[in-house]
């Protein structure tokens, strides 16, 4: 058995501190378009600015890092946790950052607000190996999310896993929705984390609201493990039939 998923509830005891200490940081938009003037795009998606292991309360908590661990059985690799990643004077990946190896990730520990970015079912998907320059967790390692809106609105889904129709383009990057079959949807539920491997295509649902106070908002994490766990399938021997 391999476990790819796992979703909990309830993760933080105070959901609502963690948003009031995040609607104080500094925040980017992360997807203006290269070369243009990053401050008059349009404003659909922040991200909190990066943060280095010893200016952050999260990357640098031994308990999150300890009930990570917990939830997935497997010990976080710590030294690549607090790596650094190459950013620019404006909180930007800087213009080499693909070339840099080894390196965190960028968005780990970090908040997010999105709006409206008119994303269709299907589109965006994407995976977190190797292949990703942002956010790379290797085959193996760890993304996750936890939702922070107290309210989301009902219509509105949450994560999503695909499945590639060609299984040799598997990891195939944010390509043409035709290419994706729906696995499985995970709600958008107030204070549940979800995690999932590196290896798992996946999308999140398009944003709503135009604040803090009524759109997206949701924190991430992206780390390494060393070993993967995995337990022997369950054997008919093993059920008792009579």
């Given at each position: 058995?391999?476990?790819?998923?796992?979703?909990?509830?309830?993760?933080?005891?105070?959901?609502?501190?963690?948003?009031?200490?995040?609607?104080?940081?500094?925040?980017?938009?992360?997807?203006?378009?290269?070369?243009?003037?990053?401050?008059?795009?349009?404003?659909?998606?922040?991200?909190?600015?990066?943060?280095?292991?010893?200016?952050?309360?999260?990357?640098?908590?031994?308990?999150?890092?300890?009930?990570?661990?917990?939830?997935?059985?497997?010990?976080?690799?710590?030294?690549?946790?607090?790596?650094?990643?190459?950013?620019?004077?404006?909180?930007?990946?800087?213009?080499?950052?693909?070339?840099?190896?080894?390196?965190?990730?960028?968005?780990?520990?970090?908040?997010?607000?999105?709006?409206?970015?008119?994303?269709?079912?299907?589109?965006?998907?994407?995976?977190?190996?190797?292949?990703?320059?942002?956010?790379?967790?290797?085959?193996?390692?760890?993304?996750?999310?936890?939702?922070?809106?107290?309210?989301?609105?009902?219509?509105q889904g949450g994560l999503r896993t695909w499945?590639?129709?060609?299984?040799?383009?598997?990891?195939?990057?944010?390509?043409?929705?035709?290419?994706?079959?729906?696995?499985?949807?995970?709600?958008?539920?107030?204070?549940?984390?979800?995690?999932?491997?590196?290896?798992?295509?996946?999308?999140?649902?398009?944003?709503?609201?135009?604040?803090?106070?009524?759109?997206?908002?949701?924190?991430?994490?992206?780390?390494?493990?060393?070993?993967?766990?995995?337990?022997?399938?369950?054997?008919?021997?093993?059920?008792?039939?009579?």
């Amino acid at each position: 058995m391999r476990r790819d998923v796992i979703v909990v509830d309830d993760f933080y005891a105070d959901p609502a501190a963690v948003v009031r200490h995040a609607r104080g940081l500094e925040y980017v938009y992360p997807y203006a378009q290269p070369g243009t003037d990053r401050e008059g795009c349009p404003r659909t998606w922040f991200a909190s600015r990066y943060r280095s292991a010893n200016e952050c309360p999260f990357k640098s908590s031994a308990a999150l890092i300890s009930r990570l661990q917990a939830l997935t059985g497997e010990l976080v690799d710590v030294a690549a946790w607090r790596m650094e990643f190459p950013i620019d004077e404006n909180g930007y990946p800087r213009s080499d950052h693909r070339l840099v190896h080894p390196k965190s990730a960028w968005w780990n520990c970090c908040f997010h607000l999105k709006l409206d970015v008119k994303q269709e079912l299907g589109g965006g998907v994407h995976s977190h190996t190797d292949h990703d320059s942002w956010n790379p967790v290797g085959l193996d390692g760890w993304a996750g999310l936890v939702y922070l809106n107290p309210a989301p609105p009902t219509n509105q889904g949450g994560l999503r896993t695909w499945d590639n129709r060609d299984p040799a383009r598997q990891f195939e990057w944010m390509t043409s929705k035709h290419n994706w079959q729906l696995r499985d949807t995970f709600a958008n539920v107030y204070n549940r984390l979800i995690l999932h491997r590196g290896r798992v295509p996946h999308s999140g649902s398009n944003g709503w609201g135009d604040s803090f106070e009524n759109g997206r908002f949701f924190q991430t994490f992206f780390f390494r493990t060393l070993g993967q766990r995995e337990l022997p399938s369950l054997d008919l021997e093993e059920l008792n039939f009579g």
